[in-house]
């Protein structure tokens, strides 16, 4: 079997502690993975919060991955939604030159990609984009050849489609094997 | 009713079931130490460093089961714990260390002996908690007992601040544990299981390997259905070593680095592994790619992080050993394995390995086939480091469950003499034999302080070559016998210095004299040393260097500097 090596997206429920996301990017770390974004917030319950890691690895490391992030005795629940059936969002704020002779092609592009323009000042414009990390590396690179002053992004939120299966069971659900 | 947070500690560790607890204090835990009067059931026995408490209560819980505890204080007494609880935690030990912490106001100002103790042990405990309310201090330690010896055991550490010591609050007992996120499966799944018999079954050429699993499990029973049913040969670990009795006819030895040739053989030559309570570890492994690249894997573990993360698993199943055998055992049928028991035989007759040189020198090897001579292969055995416990390991032929002590994982030089010092409280009538080199045991020799205040009659072998001897042994083979800083010409006079600390010291130099030498010590009623000046420059073998296979394995020296 060849190895492939692409980015998967993981969710976990997490005890919302001090030190949780130490321990969690400590264990990253340690064992060598890469989180290529990672994105935290307040779950459905209180006192949970739920992460987004987007993991570069082949299929058996990000099942270790899993693994290993449920072993920490603060993660509740572990789930691999790497699949077409979910829905990916981030958020970007990108600042922007933007002059006379520019500001109405960014605002079309702008437009194109239904993102908005959230301030505006005498030499700079800033970008409000939401979608997937495809979308928004797009625009980011459309708004590169008008010089980019700054980028902001969140990170990758994730989602399954359909009937929810991150219910409150606490485990391991990996994805397609499931 | 109104308790302070240090009477809280004393009254959880009390219903956890804890009796012993090794430690030394200082000022950030001296509330805690001030309350210990109040409190005569819990034994406290001073070491004299932190580490040496670590160990001891790691050599504790091996023996007994049940988490050991150990105190210290904030600073540099949490950090001097540091290197014990990493070997704990790499050998799967149940520990629940308690360590004081600067006042709450003080915490993160640098002050006075202050260290951020759970961000430095957070990789190398099972978990650990800052307790910042003394409301908490019950939930805690209840919580901390049940994850250090629930699962796959571990080391927790609880730190708590001077004052949050001094606070008083109502107290009650913990109802129960509010741990959302730890669920250990314990029960195998039914149909994993079958198809594990299913593969059994079929499999023409099976082995056994037997981990550390098997006695934290204390799985002994079940294996030996399961070896006798099916006629199964047993392979063990380096932690695995006892679990099963060396001189049944189906146990076929360790294999690895430095075990012998022909339990790695049959490895290598297997269809079938059957492993149990263990994580493929590299130092029986080798090059991973070419381990036992004929055989199916069945790997059972309580942990599923180490299910796949060496070797890929045909069928794996997450569960605890014990109950996991225990309905295997039904579903595997009876079978007799006839040519492959045959095959197991002619290569043990081929590959024997562990035979000793004709020599009229004192080699370490015979010291230690005499002591398991003398002791009948009955007592707990606790080593260091390096070729002493290599040679322990090979030599002595261990009768009894978990009497091997051996710091595994971490491979930590000094374990001998505070893990010795915690099994012997923990086994007060049973012999207890730390096997030492002479340069692991000049690491923590201030426990023989504890031991002799102590009054616990372990019996010290230092197998002395004045060397770091393993260490020497790769510089012979693969640095061209060029002994860089290995070599010991410092040493102390051991048996003068067991008799300054009040040890019974004995000196052996001759071959002949080695056994009279053992049954001094054993008849002596008290702690015994007995420096034994063996062959500088004796190696262990079998040996397959790191990261190769079964083919490289050098199994006896072509020319033995030992053979006179």
């Known amino acids: 079997m060849t190895t492939r090596i692409d980015k998967h997206t993981i969710t976990a429920l997490v005890e919302d502690q001090p030190g949780v996301l130490n321990r969690i990017s400590s264990m990253f770390r340690r064992r060598g993975y890469n989180i290529s974004s990672l994105a935290v917030g307040q779950s459905e319950t209180d006192g949970l919060s739920r992460m987004t890691f987007v993991v570069e690895g082949d299929p058996e490391t990000v099942e270790m991955v899993a693994k290993n992030l449920h072993k920490l005795v603060e993660v509740i629940k572990v789930v691999n939604i790497s699949s077409d059936n979910t829905v990916s969002r981030e958020l970007a704020l990108v600042r922007v030159n933007a002059d006379l002779t520019t500001r109405s092609e960014i605002m079309q592009i702008v437009d194109i990609f239904r993102a908005k323009i959230v301030d505006v000042s005498q030499g700079t414009l800033i970008v409000e984009v939401t979608g997937d990390e495809n979308k928004v590396d797009s625009l980011v690179d459309l708004l590169r050849t008008f010089g980019i002053h700054e980028v902001m992004r969140t990170g990758t939120i994730a989602m399954s489609r359909g009937v929810s299966f991150e219910g409150d069971t606490s485990g391991i659900t990996l994805g397609k094997q499931s | ?564």
């Open chain 2, 1 to 564: 009713m109104k308790m302070r947070g240090a009477q809280i500690v004393c009254e959880s560790l009390l219903r956890e079931g804890c009796d012993v607890v090794f430690g030394i204090p200082g000022g950030a835990i001296l509330p805690l130490y001030q309350t210990l009067p109040e409190f005569p059931n819990l034994r406290h026995i001073l070491v004299r460093h932190e580490q040496g408490a670590a160990h001891a209560a790691d050599g504790y819980a091996r023996v007994t089961g049940k988490p050991g505890v150990a105190f210290a204080t904030s600073g540099p007494g949490a950090t001097n714990l540091v290197t014990g609880i990493a070997a704990a935690q790499m050998d799967s030990v149940p520990m629940v260390i308690v360590t004081g912490q600067v006042g709450r106001p003080a915490i993160g100002t640098d002050a006075f002996q202050e260290t951020d103790i759970t961000g430095i042990t957070l990789p190398i405990t099972k978990h650990n908690f800052l307790v910042m309310d003394a409301n908490d201090i019950a939930r805690v330690i209840k919580e901390a007992f049940f994850i250090a010896n629930s699962g796959r055991p571990g080391p927790v550490l609880v730190d708590i601040p001077r004052d949050v010591f001094m606070e008083e609050v109502d107290y009650e007992e913990p109802q129960k544990l509010d741990l959302p996120g730890y669920k250990p499966t314990v029960l195998g799944n039914n149909r994993q299981i079958k198809k594990a018999a299913d593969l059994i079954r079929s499999a023409k050429k099976p082995v056994i390997l037997a981990g550390h699993g098997v006695i934290i499990s204390r799985a002994y029973d079940e294996l030996r259905e399961l070896a006798e049913k099916a006629q199964i040969p047993v392979i063990t670990t380096l932690l695995g070593i006892s679990c099963f009795p060396e001189d049944h006819v189906l146990w076929t030895g360790w294999p690895g680095m430095h075990g012998m040739a022909y339990s790695s053989l049959a490895l290598d030559e297997a269809d079938l592994i059957i492993a149990l309570g263990m994580r493929f570890d590299d130092r029986i492994t080798g090059n991973v790619k070419k381990f036992s690249s004929k055989s199916k894997k069945i790997h059972v573990d309580i942990d599923p992080s180490e299910i796949g993360k060496i070797v890929s698993v045909d069928v794996p199943i997450v569960g605890d050993v014990k109950e996991v055998l225990q309905k295997l055992n039904k579903h595997v049928d009876a079978s007799t394995h006839g040519d492959w028991l045959k095959r197991i035989e002619i290569l043990k007759e081929d590959h024997p390995s562990l035979r000793l040189p004709d020599t009229d020198k004192l080699i370490a090897r015979q010291v230690i086939r005499d002591i398991s001579d003398v002791t009948d292969g009955d007592a707990t055995i606790v080593t260091g480091v390096g070729q002493h416990q290599m040679w322990a390991a090979q030599h002595y032929e261990f009768k009894n469950p978990c009497s091997l002590l051996t710091s595994g994982g971490s491979g930590t030089m000094g374990y001998e003499v505070p893990a010795a010092m915690g099994a012997q409280v923990a086994k007060p009538e049973g012999t207890v034999w730390s096997i030492a080199g002479d340069g692991g045991f000049q690491m923590t020799l201030c426990e023989l302080a504890t031991i002799v205040e102590n009054k616990l009659p372990v019996k010290f072998a230092i197998l002395n070559n004045g060397f770091l001897g393993m260490v020497r042994q790769w510089q012979e083979i693969f640095f061209e016998s060029s002994y860089v800083s290995t070599g010991y010409s410092g040493n102390p006079d051991f048996v003068k210095l067991a008799e300054a600390y009040d040890i019974k010291g004995i000196r052996v130099t001759d071959k002949t004299q080695v056994k009279t030498a053992i049954r001094e010590a054993m008849e002596h009623d008290g702690p015994v040393l007995i420096d034994f000046i063996v062959e500088q420059e004796e190696n262990v073998y079998p040996m397959i260097p790191s990261g190769m296979t079964v083919k490289d394995m050098i199994e006896e020296p072509s020319s033995e500097r030992v053979t006179a």
